[in-house]
């Protein structure tokens, strides 16, 4: 296992249509987190799981955002009817349960709306 | 609530001189504080982190960075740049349960050769 792994890592999309991204953790990490990152801005929280369960959204993730972590194992985001103000980093980040532990991140997905 | 602020935004440095990125954070309680570094279209890479303990931390790459309870502060040092340092670097504090990390908007490092 190398580490947390996105796919797809550049999608360009119209205006109005559906995406998904998916990512998959560090095996034996039950944590996961997704995040945004926009032009000269640190990442921003979006959602987090633990195991299966998703446990916290942002306000930032409206309607149109949905995230899904079946069996506790690979995530997917799912933006539907994209808009320009989509256009960013999507990371995913995964960790071990505890304290003193921290999120590896992925590489990310840049997305980019047209 | 948990912020981080790194009121620097681009530095420069020359090669083989000293770092020092700053960062404040406020949180209510004992704070979990990371560095990250990311590299252009890239993730983030921890550097170090500080949970508890001795406040001067080592991370790899030779960066470390001191913890300052009485300012609220955690900045990353490094005593001599080289250009693959270069990259922009993230501060970050953690939510108690771990279940949110807090970034600031990162400090963008230039090292003139």
């Known amino acids: 296992d190398t580490g947390v792994s996105q796919d797809p890592r550049h999608k360009i999309t119209k205006r109005g249509q559906n995406v998904t991204f998916r990512c998959d953790p560090i095996?034996?990490?039950?944590?996961l987190y997704w995040y945004r990152q926009t032009l000269g801005q640190g990442p921003e929280f979006l959602t987090y799981?633990?195991?299966?369960?998703?446990?916290?959204k942002s306000r930032l993730l409206s309607d149109r955002f949905s995230a899904e972590r079946p069996k506790g194992s690979f995530s997917t985001l799912e933006i539907q009817r994209t808009e320009q103000g989509d256009s960013a980093m999507y990371l995913c980040?995964?960790?071990?349960?505890?304290?003193?532990?921290?999120?590896?991140f992925g590489q990310g997905t840049r997305l980019t709306v047209v | 609530a948990q912020s981080v602020t790194q009121p620097d935004i681009h530095i420069t440095v020359s090669e083989g001189a000293s770092l020092e990125l700053r960062c404040n954070y406020s949180?209510?309680?004992?704070?979990?504080l990371f560095w990250y570094v990311q590299s252009p279209g890239q993730g983030l890479q921890l550097l170090l982190k500080?949970?508890?303990?001795?406040?001067l931390v080592q991370g790899i790459k030779g960066f470390e960075a001191e913890f300052k309870r009485s300012q609220s502060s955690f900045n990353l040092r490094k005593p001599s740049v080289h250009w693959s340092d270069a990259a922009e670097y993230f501060c970050?504090?953690?939510?108690?349960?771990?279940?949110?990390?807090?970034f600031g908007s990162g400090t963008k490092l230039n090292v003139k050769p």
């Open positions: 980040a995964s960790s071990s349960t505890g304290t003193g532990t921290e999120a590896f």
């Open positions: 095996s034996e990490h039950n944590r």
């Open positions: 799981f633990q195991n299966e369960a998703q446990l916290e």
């Open positions: 949180y209510g309680a004992t704070p979990y």
């Open positions: 500080y949970f508890s303990g001795d406040t």
């Open positions: 970050a504090v953690v939510s108690y349960n771990f279940n949110k990390f807090y």
